[in-house]
Antibody, heavy 120, light 113 residues
Framework: EVQLVESGGGLVQPGGSLRLSCAASGFTFSSYWMHWVRQAPGKGLVWVSRINNDGSTTTYADSVKGRFTISRDNAKNTLYLQMNSLRAEDTAVYYC?????????????WGQGTLVTVSS | DIVMTQSPDSLAVSLGERATINCKSSQSVLYSSTNKNYLAWYQQKPGQPPKLLVSWASTRESGVPDRFSGSGSGTDFTLTISSLQAEDVAVYYCQQYYSSPLTFGQGTRLEIK
């Protein structure tokens, strides 16, 4: 059974940092591209970042470029999102999601999400 | 960036009736070399992550009831629920994966009338 389990969310002050993790199981993690997608409270879905299967190619939304870094450890079957210089507008539930085929296809599995709250 | 616009923002339909949600992209998401539309539909229930219903505009995912169907091409797409069930109450999103940044529609909230 495919499972994605996020962790690392919490309350952080503006300007602070957090590292999110997404533990993957039930599939060959190293074969799949992965996304981070976020959802502010009561709002819609917003794509944050994407990484290829071996970690050599990354892309970011303009709103997080230069502040967030996506990475992965295929030996540990884990995806990461390092978030620096956090702002109030980064407050959201952060989901990791698997891209079901190659680099450009839909996301067939999602984690339950981890809540990040940026507030003083 | 490709802007995805859904209509309506909310919809109330009687049980057993048809529900139709529209999605329009600001540019075509039909990739000529593959002749595929890079468009997905997701369902999100309260407190849950999104669930993939339809990919490539019209390919229903395994396990998704056949009352859900996707159609359209180019810039105009539709998700149809042929006979609304109580468990279909949710917010529905379209998403384009034709180009980066991936973008979602604003969501359509579906309720029972």
């Amino acid at each position: 059974e495919v499972q994605l389990v996020e962790s690392g969310g919490g309350l952080v002050q503006p300007g602070g940092s957090l590292r999110l993790s997404c533990a993957a199981s039930g599939f060959t993690f190293s074969s799949y591209w992965m996304h981070w997608v976020r959802q502010a409270p009561g709002k819609g879905l917003v794509w944050v970042s994407r990484i290829n299967n071996d970690g050599s190619t990354t892309t970011y939304a303009d709103s997080v470029k230069g502040r967030f870094t996506i990475s992965r450890d295929n030996a540990k079957n884990t995806l990461y999102l390092q978030m620096n210089s956090l702002r109030a507008e980064d407050t959201a539930v952060y989901y990791c999601a698997r891209i079901n085929y190659g680099s450009n296809s839909a996301s067939d599995y999602w984690g339950q999400g981890t809540l990040v709250t940026v507030s003083s | 960036d490709i802007v995805m616009t859904q209509s309506p923002d909310s919809l109330a339909v009687s049980l057993g009736e048809r529900a139709t949600i529209n999605c329009k992209s600001s540019q075509s998401v039909l990739y000529s070399s593959t002749n595929k539309n890079y468009l997905a539909w997701y369902q999100q229930k309260p407190g849950q992550p999104p669930k993939l219903l339809v990919s490539w505009a019209s390919t229903r995912e395994s396990g998704v009831p056949d009352r859900f169907s996707g159609s359209g091409s180019g810039t105009d797409f539709t998700l149809t629920i042929s006979s609304l069930q109580a468990e279909d109450v949710a917010v529905y999103y379209c998403q384009q994966y034709y180009s980066s940044p991936l973008t979602f529609g604003q969501g359509t909230r579906l309720e029972i009338k």
